[in-house]
């Protein structure tokens, strides 16, 4: 990246984070740190519940698992430095750190979407054709499955990261943000930006779109089949297995489409932080919350666990 008016490549960039009222910086770190430790913690025990608990691997627990660690690296890669930036007085990130920091957020963001799709196909597969679930859904095309969520992920960061790389920075160099985030970098750049903006809203429509059209679907599908079903129970209980999916698919895709695809034009810095801290924070801490409190078999996997770790 080329840096303008006597600045060097190497300049770092100023994380304006949350919000600049000093009084707000320890009270904000305190809650962002308990849900931080939330997050670990919650996510970190399905992990080990789903893993430790052998009526539980199943391809839809084997997706649970992944996406409660992906959920984790998710949260790592922006809370810890946004913590250590409300308790300092700098705030500042370095030009390569902003990058590193940039690709592995949509990296793992990216994941966990198409991971949430794969566990919409999942529960398509068992509602509408459960005499072949077992094929189906084999463990080879489940790791097939997340394999190629990883790689897709990764491919759209490193093209991202290789287009913001390209960009020309004059005079500013404070994020109106609290991590480095494709909108409000743009908003700082000098160069042309509208072929970059193309390029992104183009890019991360085809990569975010996949997955969401995807669960569109497969939801379609599965509505289709459960009305069919005679019984009010049968409805009820074929229903009552996608809630949490459902759940979740509804607080993540509603921030990260309020997010991006919306022109630079209509970028808002509140509005924009309020959303970004949905989909980035509070998600990924409530999802082991949504996939435990209804859920029998996740229930008595943590109840083992908390045996286990007991005796």
Known sequence: MELKNDSSSTEDFILLGISSNPQMQKPLFAV??????????????????????????????????????????????????????????????????????????????????????????????????????????????????????????????MLRVLLMSRLSFCASHVIKHFFCDTQPVLKLSCSDTSSSQIVVMTETLAVIATPFLCILFSYLRIIITVLKIPSASGKWKAFSTCGSHLTVVVFFYGSVIYVYFRPLSMYSVVKDRVATVMYTIVTPMLNPFIYSLRNKDMKRGLRKLRDRIHS
């Open 32 to 157: 962002f740190f308990v849900l931080y430790l939330v997050t670990l913690v919650g996510n970190g025990l399905i992990i080990l519940a789903i893993h430790s608990d052998s009526r539980l691997h199943t391809p839809m627990y084997f997706f649970l698992s992944n996406l409660s660690f992906m959920d984790i690296c998710f949260t790592t890669v922006i809370v810890p430095k946004m913590l250590v930036n409300l308790l300092s007085e700098t705030k500042s990130i370095s030009y390569v750190g902003c990058l590193v920091q940039m690709y592995f957020f949509m990296a793992f963001a990216n994941t966990d979407s198409y991971l949430l799709a794969s566990m919409a196909i999942d529960r398509l597969v068992a509602i509408c054709n459960p005499f072949h679930y077992d094929v189906v859904m084999s463990p080879r095309r489940c790791l097939l499955l997340l394999l190629g969520s990883c790689t897709i992920s990764h491919l759209h960061s």
